[in-house]
């Protein structure tokens, strides 16, 4: 038995913004952007939101599945960025998308929430509790970032993603490894929405993005290559055999450096994070997504997701398309 992806889904923000654009609001620069990240735009979702781009994805991914949404047995989405405290997020794209036999709940990891939420629909597969489930990466993230400090907010950008998995009689590999590291919680943050009760007075605030930009970028390459290798080897499988690594999409310069590290051509790691910024959780699923509707992906082919993020917490899935 396996879980296939059979059929993927995304819907990035609507309003395209430029370096240049982002430039007019904090003192900063395409250049200063692009060479640092490989940013040249973003997307902002000015309509939608969270729940809304993750129900246009999910209604794609099931049109390229050819499943009704009625089919769906289960709904989980990865998102630090839900309208509600709750209902959760997954509950709003059940409604909007018609799966009435589906159970729906969200899983919070920030960037890693893709590859959280893959692992634990996939677990729900192997258990045979469920056969068909959609699985939903989407941040709108620029709802929480403090659009005066140049030091987050030229980094990320609004979407969501989604691909619909099976449970498979036939033989096939997938297998993921999650992980995460509370000691490390305060170098990538976004505080609650907090106010006290009647007895602390304490007035509402909002919290917003705050990284400590080179604790994450020294995490994310030394965690990422490790937790691809420990996944070769539990898999016995090499790393020639590998088509692609598809890696969250925070920063070119990561990316590039785990490529080094696992001593691959940059080839093997699709990037599409000049068009988008850091999407967080969404950033996986719609580069899948584009991979899988420009047909680079083909049925056989071994492919490794990592994702990365906030918690801190990682991940890897090693699947066969
Ligand atoms: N435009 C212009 N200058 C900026 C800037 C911006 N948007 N943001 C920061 N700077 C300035 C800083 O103020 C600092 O100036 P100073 O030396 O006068 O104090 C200088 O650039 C260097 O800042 P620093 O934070 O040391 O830059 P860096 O080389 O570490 O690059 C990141 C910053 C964020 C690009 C880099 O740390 C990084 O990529 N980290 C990983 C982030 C990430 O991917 N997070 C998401 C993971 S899910």
């Not at 036999?101 to 692992?119: E, H, P, Q, T």
């Not at 400090?149 to 998995?165: E, H, P, Q, W, Y």
């Not at 691959?264 to 988008?276: D, G, R, V």
């Not at 850091?278 to 580069?287: G, K």
Request: hydrophobic fraction near 40%; charged fraction near 25%; proline fraction near 3%.
């Amino acid at each position: 038995m396996t879980t296939k992806i059979i059929g993927t889904g995304s819907c990035p923000g609507d309003r395209v913004v430029t370096n240049d654009d982002l430039a007019q609001i904090v003192e900063t620069s395409d250049e200063w952007i692009s060479t640092r990240t490989g940013i040249r735009e973003r997307r902002l979702t000015t309509v939608l939101g969270t729940a809304g781009m993750a129900a246009e994805a999910a209604r794609k991914a099931c049109q390229n599945a050819g499943i009704d949404p009625e089919e769906l047995d289960l709904i989980v989405m990865g998102t630090s960025t839900p309208e509600y405290c709750f209902p959760n997020g997954a509950c709003q794209v059940q409604a909007e998308i018609g799966a009435v036999n589906a159970v729906g709940f969200d899983v919070s990891a920030a960037c890693s929430g893709f590859v959280f939420a893959l692992m634990t629909a996939h677990s729900f597969m192997k258990a045979g509790t469920y056969r068909n489930a959609l699985v939903i990466g989407a941040d709108d993230i620029s709802k929480i970032i403090d659009w005066s400090d140049r030091k987050t907010c030229v980094l990320f950008g609004d979407g969501a993603g989604a691909a619909v998995i099976r449970a498979e009689e036939q033989d096939g590999i997938f297998h993921g490894l999650l992980k995460s590291d509370g000691k490390k919680w305060d170098v990538l943050t976004c505080g609650a929405r907090t106010a006290g009760n009647f007895l602390t007075e304490k007035k509402p605030e909002l919290g917003y993005v705050f990284m400590d930009g080179q604790e994450v970028f020294k995490f994310a390459v030394k965690k990422v290559p490790e937790c691809i290798r420990q996944i070769l080897e539990e898999t016995n499988t090499s790393q020639e055999e590998i088509r692609y690594y598809i890696l969250h999409q925070a920063n070119e310069r990561i990316i590039d450096s785990v490529a080094k590290r696992l001593k691959e051509p940059l080839e093997k790691f699709p990037m599409n994070i000049q068009k988008y910024g850091n999407t967080s959780a969404a950033s996986i699923p719609i580069l899948l997504d584009e991979m899988n509707r420009e047909g680079r992906l083909k049925r056989g082919d071994k492919i490794i997701l990592s994702g990365f993020g906030g918690g801190l917490t990682w991940g890897a899935i090693l699947l066969e398309w």
